[in-house]
């Protein structure tokens, strides 16, 4: 599967932006999507996952109650709402797929996934 990631840019602190990321090449119905983010001179970190199913989320606790992740099977696509943005949120963002067989799962270590979308660039300015 291929992964495309959009929807970076540059934000003012506090504002919003939706990232999506668009599948390819097969459905995204058999994979947990996550979203991934490494920051310059910094390491890649976990974002947000989401199951097949859409009925589990995984966020990680820098995130939580401002990203929400979600998914469109139907359109092969995945999302990342981002608000109340801050400058520690200026990264490359990046999707990645992982096939599973429970449609709970969700993973967020980035050796578990299986495919990588090229990255979209999020620019905080405070």
């Known amino acids: 599967v291929q992964l495309q990631a959009s929807g970076g840019g540059l934000v003012q602190a506090g504002g919003s932006l939706r990232l999506s990321c668009v599948a390819s090449?097969?459905?995204?119905?058999?994979?947990?999507m996550g979203w991934f983010r490494q920051a310059p001179g910094k390491e890649r970190e976990f974002v947000a996952a989401?199951?097949?199913?859409?009925?589990?989320?995984r966020y990680a606790d820098s995130v939580k109650g401002r990203f929400t992740v979600s998914r469109d099977n139907a359109k092969n696509t995945a999302y990342l709402q981002l608000n109340s943005l801050k400058s520690e949120d200026t990264a490359i963002y990046s999707c990645?797929?992982?096939?599973?067989?429970?449609?709970?799962?969700?993973?967020?270590?980035?050796?578990?996934?299986?495919?990588w979308g090229q990255g979209t660039e999020v620019t905080v300015s405070s």
């Open positions: 990645a797929a992982k096939g599973v067989h429970y449609a709970y799962s969700v993973y967020d270590r980035s050796s578990e996934y299986d495919y």
């Open positions: 090449g097969s459905t995204i119905s058999r994979y947990c």
């Open positions: 989401i199951s097949v199913s859409g009925g589990s989320e």
